[in-house]
């Protein structure tokens, strides 16, 4: 996913915020599900969604107010209840962020965690053969 750095992203240093990295991978799952379920919304029409149980990030370069960056991300694992996505962010050649995000499914009514339907982690392992 394309993004351009807005200059309230940064901090009084003039460098992206650390946490406004998390709103970049958060924007990016949404463009991630509509790629490969249609949209966030048809996840949860089928009764799951999925919650940030864990975050790892290393911060490898800086960036700053209109650098053009590209947010990837792939599956890493498919769990019973859970996934890890891997996270890039770069800035042309250059490596600006990597780490990884632990989600876990849960259903919509109890918000307790529930196994995906089976196509869905059908998708799912079809994406980590071939990335995203």
């Known amino acids: 996913m394309p993004l351009k750095v807005r200059y309230h992203e940064c901090d009084p240093q003039g460098i992206v915020f650390n946490a406004n990295y998390l709103a970049y991978v958060d924007m990016a799952s949404f463009e991630f599900c509509a ?6 919304a048809r996840l949860l029409e089928r009764g799951i969604d999925m919650v940030v149980a864990e975050t790892n990030l290393r911060y490898r370069a800086p960036s700053r107010f209109e650098d053009e960056l590209v947010v990837g991300l792939s599956v890493e694992h498919v769990g019973t209840t859970s996934l890890v996505l891997g996270i890039r962010i770069d800035r042309g050649d250059e ?22 339907p089976d196509d869905v982690r059908w998708i799912l392992h079809d994406a980590r053969r071939g990335g995203w």
């Open 35 to 40: 790629a490969l379920f249609g949209s966030h």
């Open 95 to 116: 490596l600006v962020l990597e780490g990884s995000n632990r989600y876990v499914w849960i259903d919509t009514t109890g918000h307790r965690p529930t196994p995906p």
